[in-house]
C-alpha cells in the first residue's frame, strides 16, 4: 500500500547521521501563503536525554509508537511544511521512509503542543489557529 499523507502518518527522515521520526500533524491541505499545492506539516520526534534541556509540551513515552525505544519529546522548533508531492518524491528515491501511523490518541497530543510548546514559531501558531 502506497503511504497516504494525513495527520498522524510517520516517516523517517534523516537528521544528521540518524533517521528521526517525524509525523504528519497538517495536511495534505493548500496552506494560506504557499499556493494551490497540497501541503504537509511535519513535527520531529527526537529521544530525551538525561541533563539535556527539552521541551515539554509534548513527551512521548518508550513503546507509544514502534520506532519510539527511548522516551522521547516533540521538537516543535523544527516544524516544517512540505509539498504532498515533495514527501512522495523523497518516499520513491528512498530518502524517507515509510513507516506505521501514531494512534489517534498520540497524534492528537502532538497537535495540542504545537500551541502549547514555547517554540512553535509564529507561522505555525498562525496555521493552527494558537
Known sequence: ????AAPGSTLL?????????HVV?????ALEGY??????ALASITTKYPNLHFDPACVIGAGEHDFIKHESWVAYRYLRVDTEAHA???IAD????EHIPCTGDLVRRIRSG??????TSGEF?????C
Do not use: D, E, N, Y
Not at 499556493?35 to 504537509?40: E, H
Open 88 to 90: 512522495h518524491a523523497r
Open 125 to 129: 501558531r498562525r496555521l493552527f489557529g
Open 114 to 119: 504545537v500551541c502549547a510548546s514555547r517554540f
Open 94 to 97: 528512498h530518502t524517507w521512509i
Open 35 to 40: 499556493g494551490a499545492t497540497r501541503q504537509i
Open 25 to 29: 500533524v497538517l495536511g495534505p491541505v
Open 13 to 21: 527522515v534523516p537528521s544528521g547521521q540518524k533517521k528521526h521520526l
Open 1 to 4: 500500500m502506497a503511504w497516504q
